[in-house]
């Protein structure tokens, strides 16, 4: 199996009441972006949005190929590791660690190492995963992704039932 090819992270907190000068002062960090529920943002077609929630979010650097180990603990490292803020922050708001995974192949995968599952937990802090598959067309006639050595479409191609 073959690495994921790009991989983004970012540690996102959400509440109707948050304050996002509060949840800095907290985790000894600003965000990447943040905003209160009820603030007015032009997007970039210059159309106006209201935020239904507050938002405190950092991003990791993308990494490619997919690197979530170093991407959460660049996330962590400057944050507080008192366990008493991250259960005050996980019971007042959603906390999330957002991952995007970006696959060139079908067939491609990924771990999370142990240590990096116990800080998470640590800090009640849920994953969550997009996962995007590759864009391109496979011919039927191509070695299958899946490297059986079979041609696509008598290995992993959807068959179409008549």
């Known amino acids: 199996m073959a690495a994921v090819s790009r991989s983004v ?17 907290l985790l000894k960090s600003s965000p ?12 970039k077609s210059g159309r106006e ?3 239904k929630t507050g938002m405190w979010l950092l991003n990791a650097k993308d990494r490619e190929p997919e690197a979530l180990d ?3 603990a660049e996330l962590l490292a400057g944050l507080t590791t008192d366990e008493g803020v991250w259960t005050r922050l996980s019971s007042e708001y959603a906390v999330d660690l957002f991952c995007g995974l970006f696959m060139n192949e079908s067939n491609e995968g990924f ?7 116990a800080l998470l937990s640590a800090r009640g802090i849920e994953i969550g995963f997009d ?9 039927p006639d191509e070695p ?4 059986s050595g079979k041609p696509y479409a008598d290995c992993c191609a959807v068959k179409q039932s008549a």
């Open 9 to 25: 992270a970012a540690l996102r907190i959400f509440g109707d009441n948050l304050v996002p000068e509060d949840v800095s002062a």
């Open 32 to 43: 990447t972006k943040c905003h209160r529920k009820g603030d007015i943002e032009r997007t």
């Open 49 to 51: 949005i209201v935020r």
């Open 70 to 72: 170093s991407q959460v």
């Open 111 to 117: 771990s999370l190492s142990t240590s990096t599952l």
């Open 131 to 139: 996962i995007y598959t590759p864009t391109r067309a496979i011919s």
């Open 144 to 147: 299958c992704p899946c490297k």
